[in-house]
């Protein structure tokens, strides 16, 4: 079977997510989420990739990454991470076959509040899930890491972060974040946002056509939907095709949610 073409527009925010094979829970286990870290540590390390946020559920990830106009840098930690990752658990397994579903999916998300909403998105992800009440007590996902930066192993580009958000002061960056969370809490969560995970942009309407026009003849068919300052880029035939490597993405419907696009980060 012929692989998707790589698609690739520089110097953009992605909201990467990578399901297991199947949907199987083969991150079940605390050590195969942990080892995944380690490796996304090392594609960090190695490659300089810029890590925004993240989460490690049982059977998918999510990750909030910058390209810095560097052609090669998502792709090869992409391939650092997955392939090693399931490599070792095959290993200990003694399992054969693939431990991913094809390839990721990437969104490009634009500056402002589209930004933080996909930011926060992630750090729910599994409150939706129902599997914990509030995201400090998941321990494999960028809250406590944005909440309490570390001094070593650091995988999130704190300041980066926080000029990204708006902040030119990370400690007022993370009170907000966790103001913005506790908000959402306190609302509910109880549908899903699909363009997280079935876009290939997500943004202004100024922001799509600006994606449209460096797609060039790859945005054929592709349409933008949306109202007011909300809006996203569709494949409307194959969803997942084209950005960064992308041939399918399988996230799924359920457990994740919606809300309103100024509610919750109108104070910035």
């Known amino acids: 079977m012929a692989r998707a073409k790589r698609h690739y527009i520089p110097g953009q925010i992605w909201h990467i997510t990578h399901r297991c094979h199947k949907r199987e829970f083969l991150l079940k286990l605390a050590k195969d989420r942990r080892r995944w870290l380690q490796w996304l540590y090392q594609a960090r390390k190695r490659y300089e990739l810029t890590i925004l946020n993240y989460t490690v559920t049982s059977n998918h990830i999510h990750m909030l990454v910058m390209d810095d106009n560097l052609r090669d840098v998502i792709p090869k930690s992409m391939q650092l991470v997955a392939g090693r990752s399931g490599q070792e658990y095959n290993q200990r397994k003694k399992r054969k076959g693939a431990f991913w579903e094809d390839r990721y999916h990437a969104t490009a998300i634009e500056t402002d509040q589209h930004f933080l909403r996909c930011l926060v998105y992630i750090d729910l992800n599994m409150v939706r899930a129902g599997v914990v009440n509030h995201p400090s007590e998941w321990t494999f996902g960028g809250y406590h890491e944005i909440q309490k930066p570390r001094r070593k192993c650091v995988l999130i580009a704190y300041q980066k972060l926080a000029e990204l958000s708006g902040f030119d002061n990370y400690d007022r960056f993370r009170d907000s974040h966790k103001e913005w969370v506790e908000e959402l809490l306190k609302d509910g969560i109880n549908s899903r946002q699909s363009e997280w995970t079935e876009s290939i942009a997500v943004g202004s309407e100024s922001f799509i056509e600006e994606i449209k026009e460096k797609l ?28 960064l490597g992308i041939k399918k993405e399988d996230i799924g419907h359920e457990n994740t949610y919606s809300w309103d696009i100024n509610s919750v980060f109108s104070r910035g």
Not at 219 to 243: C, D, H, M, W
């Open 216 to 243: 060039n003849v790859r945005a054929k068919g592709r349409k933008a939907i949306g109202a007011g300052t909300a809006f996203q880029l569709r494949e409307p035939v194959s969803r997942y095709n084209a950005v």
